[in-house]
Protein backbone atom coordinates (compact mmCIF):
# COMPACT_ATOMS: atom_id res chain seq x y z
CA UNK A 1 0.00 0.00 0.00
CA UNK A 2 0.78 3.33 -0.47
CA UNK A 3 1.35 5.92 2.32
CA UNK A 4 0.73 9.34 2.14
CA UNK A 5 3.24 10.46 4.75
CA UNK A 6 6.24 7.76 6.70
CA UNK A 7 6.59 9.16 10.26
CA UNK A 8 8.87 7.04 12.80
CA UNK A 9 9.07 7.64 16.63
CA UNK A 10 12.66 6.24 18.31
CA UNK A 11 11.83 5.11 21.49
CA UNK A 12 8.80 2.87 22.45
CA UNK A 13 7.68 3.85 25.71
CA UNK A 14 5.00 5.74 27.33
CA UNK A 15 5.09 8.69 25.57
CA UNK A 16 6.31 7.48 22.10
CA UNK A 17 3.88 4.35 22.13
CA UNK A 18 0.80 5.81 22.84
CA UNK A 19 1.41 9.16 20.74
CA UNK A 20 2.33 7.02 17.43
CA UNK A 21 -0.72 4.35 18.20
CA UNK A 22 -3.42 7.62 18.56
CA UNK A 23 -1.37 9.15 15.01
CA UNK A 24 -2.03 5.28 13.52
CA UNK A 25 -5.62 5.04 14.60
CA UNK A 26 -6.64 8.81 13.42
CA UNK A 27 -4.50 8.56 10.20
CA UNK A 28 -4.63 5.42 8.00
CA UNK A 29 -3.36 6.97 5.23
CA UNK A 30 0.15 7.68 7.40
CA UNK A 31 2.69 4.55 7.68
CA UNK A 32 3.89 5.28 11.73
CA UNK A 33 6.28 2.85 12.75
CA UNK A 34 8.00 2.34 16.36
CA UNK A 35 11.30 1.59 16.76
CA UNK A 36 13.30 0.81 20.26
CA UNK A 37 17.19 -0.56 21.13
CA UNK A 38 15.12 -3.13 23.76
CA UNK A 39 13.66 -5.62 21.40
CA UNK A 40 11.57 -7.17 24.77
CA UNK A 41 9.64 -3.67 25.09
CA UNK A 42 9.08 -4.12 21.53
CA UNK A 43 8.08 -7.72 21.49
CA UNK A 44 5.96 -6.93 24.11
CA UNK A 45 4.15 -4.23 21.70
CA UNK A 46 3.52 -6.26 19.26
CA UNK A 47 1.66 -8.99 21.77
CA UNK A 48 -1.79 -8.98 23.59
CA UNK A 49 -0.01 -7.52 26.92
CA UNK A 50 0.85 -3.93 26.44
CA UNK A 51 4.38 -2.70 28.17
CA UNK A 52 1.93 0.03 29.75
CA UNK A 53 -1.22 -0.07 31.16
CA UNK A 54 -3.72 2.57 29.90
CA UNK A 55 -7.50 2.59 29.58
CA UNK A 56 -8.65 2.23 26.17
CA UNK A 57 -4.87 1.59 24.71
CA UNK A 58 -4.99 -2.04 23.79
CA UNK A 59 -8.18 -1.19 21.60
CA UNK A 60 -6.50 1.61 19.24
CA UNK A 61 -3.39 -0.21 18.82
CA UNK A 62 -5.30 -3.83 17.96
CA UNK A 63 -7.23 -1.46 14.94
CA UNK A 64 -3.88 0.27 13.42
CA UNK A 65 -1.30 -2.32 14.30
CA UNK A 66 -0.18 -3.96 10.99
CA UNK A 67 -2.81 -1.81 9.35
CA UNK A 68 -0.48 1.46 9.33
CA UNK A 69 1.18 0.82 12.91
CA UNK A 70 4.27 -1.43 13.41
CA UNK A 71 6.60 -2.03 15.93
CA UNK A 72 10.32 -2.76 15.16
CA UNK A 73 13.80 -2.70 16.21
CA UNK A 74 15.27 -1.66 13.26
CA UNK A 75 16.11 1.87 13.85
CA UNK A 76 18.47 2.21 10.52
CA UNK A 77 16.10 1.19 8.04
CA UNK A 78 13.21 3.20 9.90
CA UNK A 79 15.25 6.18 9.60
CA UNK A 80 15.56 5.96 6.19
CA UNK A 81 12.36 5.04 5.05
CA UNK A 82 10.89 8.19 6.98
CA UNK A 83 10.14 11.65 6.43
CA UNK A 84 9.05 12.80 9.84
CA UNK A 85 10.92 11.35 12.61
CA UNK A 86 10.08 11.72 16.14
CA UNK A 87 12.58 11.85 18.99
CA UNK A 88 11.13 10.15 22.32
CA UNK A 89 13.68 8.27 23.98
CA UNK A 90 13.87 9.20 27.86
CA UNK A 91 15.73 11.71 29.32
CA UNK A 92 16.42 11.01 32.98
CA UNK A 93 18.11 13.10 36.11
CA UNK A 94 21.46 12.83 35.53
CA UNK A 95 23.03 10.56 38.07
CA UNK A 96 26.49 11.17 37.30
CA UNK A 97 29.00 13.65 36.76
CA UNK A 98 28.54 17.91 36.86
CA UNK A 99 24.51 18.09 37.25
CA UNK A 100 24.09 14.80 39.52
CA UNK A 101 20.80 14.54 40.34
CA UNK A 102 19.87 17.99 38.58
CA UNK A 103 20.12 18.23 35.09
CA UNK A 104 18.75 16.00 32.17
CA UNK A 105 20.46 12.89 31.51
CA UNK A 106 21.30 13.55 27.38
CA UNK A 107 23.10 10.83 26.70
CA UNK A 108 20.49 8.57 24.50
CA UNK A 109 18.82 11.77 22.79
CA UNK A 110 22.41 12.58 21.51
CA UNK A 111 23.02 9.12 20.69
CA UNK A 112 20.15 9.28 18.70
CA UNK A 113 20.24 12.15 17.24
CA UNK A 114 23.93 11.03 15.84
CA UNK A 115 21.72 7.99 14.66
CA UNK A 116 19.59 9.71 12.47
CA UNK A 117 22.21 12.34 10.96
CA UNK A 118 24.76 8.43 10.20
CA UNK A 119 21.42 6.96 8.88
CA UNK A 120 19.60 9.35 6.83
CA UNK A 121 20.03 9.97 2.73
CA UNK A 122 17.29 12.23 2.19
CA UNK A 123 15.52 15.26 4.48
CA UNK A 124 14.22 14.76 7.55
CA UNK A 125 11.36 16.48 9.65
CA UNK A 126 13.22 15.74 13.49
CA UNK A 127 10.90 16.28 15.88
CA UNK A 128 11.55 16.79 19.87
CA UNK A 129 9.08 14.73 21.60
CA UNK A 130 11.11 14.25 24.65
CA UNK A 131 11.36 16.73 27.32
CA UNK A 132 14.40 18.57 26.96
CA UNK A 133 16.03 21.42 28.53
CA UNK A 134 15.64 24.83 26.41
CA UNK A 135 18.01 25.38 23.91
CA UNK A 136 18.71 21.66 23.15
CA UNK A 137 17.54 21.93 19.87
CA UNK A 138 20.86 23.78 18.53
CA UNK A 139 22.38 20.89 19.67
CA UNK A 140 20.37 18.81 17.80
CA UNK A 141 20.95 20.84 14.90
CA UNK A 142 24.32 20.91 15.30
CA UNK A 143 24.43 17.01 15.68
CA UNK A 144 23.05 16.83 12.55
CA UNK A 145 24.25 19.03 9.95
CA UNK A 146 28.18 18.30 11.53
CA UNK A 147 28.80 15.62 8.72
CA UNK A 148 27.90 18.66 6.08
CA UNK A 149 26.97 16.02 3.41
CA UNK A 150 24.14 18.09 2.21
CA UNK A 151 21.30 16.56 3.45
CA UNK A 152 18.32 18.90 5.49
CA UNK A 153 17.16 18.57 8.56
CA UNK A 154 14.13 20.58 10.04
CA UNK A 155 14.04 20.55 13.62
CA UNK A 156 11.02 21.02 15.63
CA UNK A 157 9.51 20.89 19.12
CA UNK A 158 6.62 19.03 19.89
CA UNK A 159 6.33 18.19 23.30
CA UNK A 160 3.25 15.96 24.96
CA UNK A 161 1.33 16.81 27.62
CA UNK A 162 -0.42 13.80 28.24
CA UNK A 163 -0.82 12.31 31.48
CA UNK A 164 -0.63 9.02 32.30
CA UNK A 165 -4.13 6.78 33.39
CA UNK A 166 -5.41 9.24 30.66
CA UNK A 167 -3.24 9.38 27.84
CA UNK A 168 -5.55 8.21 25.43
CA UNK A 169 -8.09 10.71 26.09
CA UNK A 170 -6.05 13.23 26.27
CA UNK A 171 -4.45 12.13 22.96
CA UNK A 172 -7.77 12.14 21.49
CA UNK A 173 -8.67 15.50 22.87
CA UNK A 174 -5.91 17.11 23.61
CA UNK A 175 -6.36 21.06 25.55
CA UNK A 176 -3.56 21.99 23.19
CA UNK A 177 -1.46 20.82 20.31
CA UNK A 178 2.37 23.01 20.58
CA UNK A 179 4.78 22.95 17.96
CA UNK A 180 7.86 24.87 17.68
CA UNK A 181 10.08 26.01 14.90
CA UNK A 182 12.68 28.56 13.60
CA UNK A 183 11.14 30.76 12.00
CA UNK A 184 13.02 30.15 8.84
CA UNK A 185 10.94 29.66 5.44
CA UNK A 186 11.94 25.59 5.63
CA UNK A 187 11.40 25.20 9.38
CA UNK A 188 8.10 26.87 8.70
CA UNK A 189 6.87 24.19 6.57
CA UNK A 190 8.40 21.81 8.38
CA UNK A 191 5.73 23.10 11.28
CA UNK A 192 3.12 23.28 8.62
CA UNK A 193 3.65 19.59 7.97
CA UNK A 194 3.36 18.30 11.57
CA UNK A 195 0.29 20.49 12.21
CA UNK A 196 -1.12 19.20 9.18
CA UNK A 197 -0.72 15.43 10.63
CA UNK A 198 -2.30 16.76 14.01
CA UNK A 199 -5.01 18.37 12.36
CA UNK A 200 -6.67 15.60 11.06
CA UNK A 201 -8.01 15.37 14.33
CA UNK A 202 -7.81 18.08 16.37
CA UNK A 203 -9.44 21.72 16.16
CA UNK A 204 -7.08 23.91 14.27
CA UNK A 205 -7.39 26.92 17.21
CA UNK A 206 -6.17 23.89 19.66
CA UNK A 207 -2.97 23.67 17.53
CA UNK A 208 -0.59 26.69 18.49
CA UNK A 209 3.28 27.55 17.78
CA UNK A 210 5.90 28.97 18.62
CA UNK A 211 9.10 29.78 18.26
CA UNK A 212 11.13 26.57 19.02
CA UNK A 213 13.12 27.65 22.64
CA UNK A 214 9.34 28.76 23.76
CA UNK A 215 8.10 25.54 22.78
CA UNK A 216 10.57 23.89 24.40
CA UNK A 217 10.40 25.70 27.61
CA UNK A 218 6.61 25.76 28.39
CA UNK A 219 6.78 21.61 28.71
CA UNK A 220 9.40 22.15 31.69
CA UNK A 221 7.48 25.31 33.01
CA UNK A 222 3.90 23.43 32.48
CA UNK A 223 4.90 20.49 34.66
CA UNK A 224 6.60 23.07 36.98
CA UNK A 225 3.20 24.72 37.38
CA UNK A 226 0.82 22.04 37.93
CA UNK A 227 3.44 20.35 40.63
CA UNK A 228 3.42 24.00 42.06
CA UNK A 229 -0.12 23.72 42.66
CA UNK A 230 0.20 20.90 44.81
CA UNK A 231 2.91 22.10 46.72
CA UNK A 232 0.96 25.28 47.36
CA UNK A 233 -2.17 22.76 49.06
CA UNK A 234 -0.15 20.17 50.68
CA UNK A 235 1.66 22.73 52.25
CA UNK A 236 -0.98 24.39 53.32
CA UNK A 237 -2.76 21.15 54.80
CA UNK A 238 0.28 20.77 57.33
CA UNK A 239 -1.11 24.15 58.90
CA UNK A 240 -4.24 22.81 58.52
CA UNK A 241 -3.60 19.79 60.64
CA UNK A 242 -2.46 22.35 63.28
CA UNK A 243 -5.58 24.49 63.29
CA UNK A 244 -8.28 22.66 63.15
CA UNK A 245 -8.82 23.85 59.20
CA UNK A 246 -10.03 21.32 56.84
CA UNK A 247 -8.14 21.56 53.69
CA UNK A 248 -10.88 20.22 51.69
CA UNK A 249 -12.47 23.38 52.75
CA UNK A 250 -10.17 25.79 51.89
CA UNK A 251 -9.19 24.04 48.68
CA UNK A 252 -12.65 24.50 47.92
CA UNK A 253 -12.73 27.84 48.65
CA UNK A 254 -10.02 29.01 46.76
CA UNK A 255 -10.37 27.00 44.00
CA UNK A 256 -14.12 28.86 42.99
CA UNK A 257 -12.42 32.37 42.32
CA UNK A 258 -12.43 31.42 38.84
CA UNK A 259 -8.72 32.99 38.89
CA UNK A 260 -7.03 30.41 40.45
CA UNK A 261 -9.45 27.44 38.80
CA UNK A 262 -10.24 24.45 40.96
CA UNK A 263 -8.25 21.74 39.64
CA UNK A 264 -5.02 20.06 40.70
CA UNK A 265 -6.34 21.53 44.64
CA UNK A 266 -6.18 17.49 45.75
CA UNK A 267 -3.66 17.65 48.83
CA UNK A 268 -1.90 13.99 48.77
CA UNK A 269 1.09 12.52 50.33
CA UNK A 270 3.02 14.37 47.40
CA UNK A 271 3.11 14.04 43.77
CA UNK A 272 4.92 11.46 41.89
CA UNK A 273 5.23 10.43 38.52
CA UNK A 274 8.62 10.33 35.91
CA UNK A 275 7.96 14.02 34.89
CA UNK A 276 7.21 16.34 38.14
CA UNK A 277 10.65 16.00 40.08
CA UNK A 278 12.84 15.58 37.04
CA UNK A 279 11.39 18.58 34.95
CA UNK A 280 11.62 21.20 38.19
CA UNK A 281 14.76 20.06 38.64
CA UNK A 282 16.30 20.46 35.71
CA UNK A 283 14.26 24.05 35.13
CA UNK A 284 16.29 24.51 38.84
CA UNK A 285 19.27 23.41 36.63
CA UNK A 286 18.79 25.58 33.81
CA UNK A 287 18.50 28.64 36.15
CA UNK A 288 21.26 28.41 37.99
CA UNK A 289 23.67 27.69 34.94
CA UNK A 290 21.81 31.15 33.97
CA UNK A 291 23.13 32.72 37.13
CA UNK A 292 19.59 33.02 38.69
CA UNK A 293 19.43 31.41 42.04
CA UNK A 294 16.43 33.35 43.26
CA UNK A 295 14.71 31.54 40.58
CA UNK A 296 16.13 28.30 41.03
CA UNK A 297 15.72 28.37 44.72
CA UNK A 298 12.05 29.31 43.95
CA UNK A 299 11.84 26.39 41.96
CA UNK A 300 13.33 24.24 44.42
CA UNK A 301 10.92 24.45 46.75
CA UNK A 302 8.04 22.78 44.56
CA UNK A 303 10.34 19.66 45.31
CA UNK A 304 11.43 20.45 49.03
CA UNK A 305 7.88 20.48 50.14
CA UNK A 306 6.79 17.48 48.32
CA UNK A 307 9.90 15.80 50.04
CA UNK A 308 8.67 17.23 53.49
CA UNK A 309 4.97 16.20 52.67
CA UNK A 310 6.19 12.40 52.68
CA UNK A 311 8.14 12.35 55.85
CA UNK A 312 5.25 14.57 57.43
CA UNK A 313 3.33 11.57 56.67
CA UNK A 314 5.69 9.07 58.32
CA UNK A 315 5.86 11.12 60.99
CA UNK A 316 2.37 11.26 61.77
CA UNK A 317 2.08 7.10 61.47
CA UNK A 318 4.82 6.98 64.20
CA UNK A 319 3.85 9.57 66.55
CA UNK A 320 -0.07 8.00 65.94
CA UNK A 321 1.13 4.39 66.41
CA UNK A 322 2.81 5.05 69.89
CA UNK A 323 5.95 6.07 68.29
CA UNK A 324 6.99 2.56 67.37
CA UNK A 325 5.98 1.01 64.72
CA UNK A 326 8.91 -2.24 64.99
CA UNK A 327 7.14 -5.58 64.16
CA UNK A 328 3.84 -3.92 62.64
CA UNK A 329 1.60 -5.09 60.29
CA UNK A 330 0.73 -1.71 57.64
CA UNK A 331 -0.83 -2.31 54.65
CA UNK A 332 -0.39 0.26 51.57
CA UNK A 333 -3.36 0.34 49.39
CA UNK A 334 -1.88 1.51 45.97
CA UNK A 335 1.67 1.84 44.80
CA UNK A 336 1.06 3.66 41.74
CA UNK A 337 1.76 7.28 41.74
CA UNK A 338 -1.77 7.54 40.91
CA UNK A 339 -4.94 6.04 39.97
CA UNK A 340 -5.91 4.09 36.83
CA UNK A 341 -1.57 3.05 35.98
CA UNK A 342 0.37 0.65 37.06
CA UNK A 343 3.35 3.24 36.70
CA UNK A 344 5.42 3.50 39.95
CA UNK A 345 8.02 5.58 38.70
CA UNK A 346 8.51 8.03 42.00
CA UNK A 347 5.51 7.54 43.14
CA UNK A 348 4.98 8.46 47.08
CA UNK A 349 4.73 4.93 48.20
CA UNK A 350 8.11 4.13 47.49
CA UNK A 351 9.83 6.55 49.60
CA UNK A 352 7.16 5.98 52.36
CA UNK A 353 7.46 2.22 52.16
CA UNK A 354 11.30 2.67 52.58
CA UNK A 355 10.80 4.81 55.42
CA UNK A 356 8.47 1.75 57.12
CA UNK A 357 10.75 -0.43 56.38
CA UNK A 358 13.68 1.44 58.13
CA UNK A 359 10.87 1.42 61.20
CA UNK A 360 10.72 -2.53 60.92
CA UNK A 361 7.23 -2.27 60.04
CA UNK A 362 6.25 -5.22 58.09
CA UNK A 363 4.66 -4.37 54.56
CA UNK A 364 1.40 -5.77 52.83
CA UNK A 365 1.35 -4.01 49.51
CA UNK A 366 -1.83 -4.06 47.57
CA UNK A 367 -2.73 -2.40 44.01
CA UNK A 368 -4.59 -2.90 41.03
CA UNK A 369 -2.18 -3.21 38.39
CA UNK A 370 1.14 -1.83 40.13
CA UNK A 371 1.89 -4.89 41.86
CA UNK A 372 4.95 -5.65 39.26
CA UNK A 373 6.30 -2.34 39.62
CA UNK A 374 6.38 -1.77 43.26
CA UNK A 375 8.26 -5.61 43.62
CA UNK A 376 11.26 -4.44 41.01
CA UNK A 377 10.62 -0.58 43.11
CA UNK A 378 11.26 -2.08 46.28
CA UNK A 379 13.26 -4.75 45.61
CA UNK A 380 16.79 -3.18 47.34
CA UNK A 381 14.47 -2.80 50.15
CA UNK A 382 15.45 -4.90 53.09
CA UNK A 383 12.37 -6.57 55.69
CA UNK A 384 9.48 -8.65 55.37
CA UNK A 385 7.03 -7.06 52.14
CA UNK A 386 4.25 -9.01 50.89
CA UNK A 387 2.57 -8.28 47.67
CA UNK A 388 -1.48 -9.24 47.43
CA UNK A 389 -3.67 -8.46 44.82
CA UNK A 390 -6.79 -8.76 47.15
CA UNK A 391 -7.14 -5.96 49.48
CA UNK A 392 -9.29 -7.44 51.99
CA UNK A 393 -6.78 -10.04 51.90
CA UNK A 394 -4.35 -7.53 52.13
CA UNK A 395 -5.44 -6.09 55.45
CA UNK A 396 -6.33 -9.15 57.00
CA UNK A 397 -4.01 -8.68 60.12
CA UNK A 398 -2.44 -5.59 59.74
CA UNK A 399 -2.50 -2.75 62.70
CA UNK A 400 -3.05 0.02 59.98
CA UNK A 401 -3.44 0.76 56.19
CA UNK A 402 -2.31 4.15 54.64
CA UNK A 403 -3.83 4.97 51.12
CA UNK A 404 -0.98 5.58 48.86
CA UNK A 405 -3.14 6.09 45.34
CA UNK A 406 -6.29 7.06 44.45
CA UNK A 407 -8.07 3.89 43.31
CA UNK A 408 -12.04 4.31 43.49
CA UNK A 409 -12.58 0.65 44.45
CA UNK A 410 -10.93 1.55 47.85
CA UNK A 411 -13.70 4.15 48.57
CA UNK A 412 -16.26 1.66 47.62
CA UNK A 413 -14.55 -1.34 50.39
CA UNK A 414 -16.87 -3.02 53.04
CA UNK A 415 -14.70 -1.81 55.93
CA UNK A 416 -16.76 -2.99 58.79
CA UNK A 417 -15.40 -6.61 57.74
CA UNK A 418 -11.57 -5.29 56.98
CA UNK A 419 -12.11 -3.61 60.37
CA UNK A 420 -12.98 -7.13 61.91
CA UNK A 421 -10.38 -8.57 59.96
CA UNK A 422 -7.27 -6.25 61.87
CA UNK A 423 -5.56 -6.25 64.60
CA UNK A 424 -6.75 -3.42 67.40
CA UNK A 425 -6.72 -0.63 67.15
CA UNK A 426 -6.94 -0.04 64.01
CA UNK A 427 -5.88 2.93 62.00
CA UNK A 428 -6.28 4.34 58.82
CA UNK A 429 -3.96 6.50 57.25
CA UNK A 430 -5.84 8.08 54.59
CA UNK A 431 -2.76 9.84 52.07
CA UNK A 432 -5.39 10.81 49.40
CA UNK A 433 -8.25 11.72 51.67
CA UNK A 434 -10.61 9.49 49.59
CA UNK A 435 -12.58 7.26 52.23
CA UNK A 436 -15.59 8.51 53.79
CA UNK A 437 -13.76 9.17 57.24
CA UNK A 438 -16.48 10.15 59.94
CA UNK A 439 -17.74 6.48 58.90
CA UNK A 440 -14.44 4.65 59.15
CA UNK A 441 -14.55 6.57 62.76
CA UNK A 442 -18.05 4.86 63.59
CA UNK A 443 -16.71 1.36 62.68
CA UNK A 444 -13.54 1.71 64.91
CA UNK A 445 -10.91 2.69 63.16
CA UNK A 446 -8.52 5.56 63.88
CA UNK A 447 -8.17 7.83 61.14
CA UNK A 448 -5.39 10.55 60.29
CA UNK A 449 -6.81 12.41 57.12
CA UNK A 450 -4.29 14.75 55.66
CA UNK A 451 -4.72 18.43 56.00
CA UNK A 452 -8.03 17.33 58.62
CA UNK A 453 -8.34 16.98 62.30
CA UNK A 454 -7.63 13.03 63.13
CA UNK A 455 -10.44 11.31 64.54
CA UNK A 456 -9.28 9.10 67.46
CA UNK A 457 -10.36 7.29 69.87
CA UNK A 458 -7.81 7.80 72.79
C1 LIG B 1 9.13 10.28 27.83
C2 LIG B 1 10.05 11.35 27.28
O1 LIG B 1 10.84 10.85 26.31
C3 LIG B 1 10.75 12.03 28.41
O2 LIG B 1 11.64 12.98 27.96
C4 LIG B 1 9.67 12.67 29.15
O3 LIG B 1 10.16 13.54 30.09
C5 LIG B 1 8.83 11.61 29.78
O4 LIG B 1 8.29 10.83 28.81
P1 LIG B 1 8.98 7.89 28.48
O5 LIG B 1 8.28 7.59 27.22
O6 LIG B 1 8.19 7.95 29.75
O7 LIG B 1 9.77 9.24 28.32
O8 LIG B 1 10.24 7.02 28.71
P2 LIG B 1 10.37 5.48 28.68
O9 LIG B 1 9.07 4.84 28.97
O10 LIG B 1 11.57 5.18 29.50
O11 LIG B 1 10.68 5.20 27.13
C6 LIG B 1 11.80 5.57 26.46
C7 LIG B 1 12.11 4.48 25.45
O12 LIG B 1 13.21 4.87 24.64
C8 LIG B 1 12.51 3.13 26.08
O13 LIG B 1 11.66 2.12 25.60
C9 LIG B 1 13.95 2.92 25.64
O14 LIG B 1 14.28 1.57 25.42
C10 LIG B 1 14.00 3.73 24.36
N1 LIG B 1 15.34 4.14 23.98
C11 LIG B 1 16.16 4.70 24.88
C12 LIG B 1 15.76 3.96 22.67
O15 LIG B 1 15.03 3.42 21.85
N2 LIG B 1 17.01 4.37 22.32
C13 LIG B 1 17.88 4.91 23.21
O16 LIG B 1 19.01 5.25 22.85
C14 LIG B 1 17.44 5.09 24.54
C1 LIG C 1 2.04 15.04 34.32
C2 LIG C 1 1.30 16.17 33.62
O1 LIG C 1 -0.04 16.26 34.13
C3 LIG C 1 1.28 15.97 32.13
O2 LIG C 1 0.67 17.09 31.49
C4 LIG C 1 2.71 15.81 31.64
O3 LIG C 1 2.73 15.55 30.25
C5 LIG C 1 3.40 14.68 32.37
O4 LIG C 1 3.34 14.91 33.78
P1 LIG C 1 1.42 12.58 35.05
O5 LIG C 1 2.75 12.55 35.72
O6 LIG C 1 1.01 11.43 34.21
O7 LIG C 1 1.29 13.86 34.12
O8 LIG C 1 0.31 12.71 36.18
P2 LIG C 1 -0.54 13.85 36.88
O9 LIG C 1 -1.96 13.52 36.72
O10 LIG C 1 -0.12 15.21 36.50
O11 LIG C 1 -0.18 13.59 38.42
C6 LIG C 1 1.13 13.74 38.91
C7 LIG C 1 1.15 13.49 40.39
O12 LIG C 1 0.48 14.54 41.09
C8 LIG C 1 0.47 12.19 40.81
O13 LIG C 1 1.24 11.57 41.81
C9 LIG C 1 -0.86 12.67 41.36
O14 LIG C 1 -1.41 11.77 42.29
C10 LIG C 1 -0.45 13.97 42.01
N1 LIG C 1 -1.56 14.92 42.19
C11 LIG C 1 -2.26 15.40 41.11
C12 LIG C 1 -1.88 15.37 43.46
O15 LIG C 1 -1.26 14.96 44.45
N2 LIG C 1 -2.90 16.28 43.61
C13 LIG C 1 -3.61 16.78 42.55
O16 LIG C 1 -4.51 17.61 42.76
C14 LIG C 1 -3.27 16.31 41.26
Not at 146 to 165: C, H, K, Q, T
Not at 251 to 275: H, P, Q, W
Request: aromatic share 10%; charged share 25%; with cysteine.
Amino acid sequence: MNFKKTILCIGAGYVGGPTMAMIAYKCPQYKVTVVDINPERIAQWNSDDLPIYEPDLGEIVKTARGRNLFFNTDIEKGIKESEIIFVSVNTPTKTYGTGAGMAADLQYWEKTARQIRDCADSHKIVVEKSTLPVKTALAMERILTSMNNGIRFDVLSNPEFLAEGTAIKDLEDPGRVLIGSRETPDCLKARDALVEIYANWVPKERIITSNIWSSELSKLVSNAFLAQRISSINSISALCEKTDANIIEVSRAVGMDSRVGNKFLNTSVGFGGSCFKKDILNLVYICRSQGLDEVADYWEGVVKINDYQKERFILNMLSAMFNTLAGKRICLFGFAFKANTGDTRESPAISIAGRLAEEKADLIITDPQALKNAMIALSDVNGEIDYVKDPYDAAAGCDAIAVMTEWDIYAGLDFEKIYKSMTKPAFVFDGRNILDHEKLFEIGFNVYPIGKPALTHF
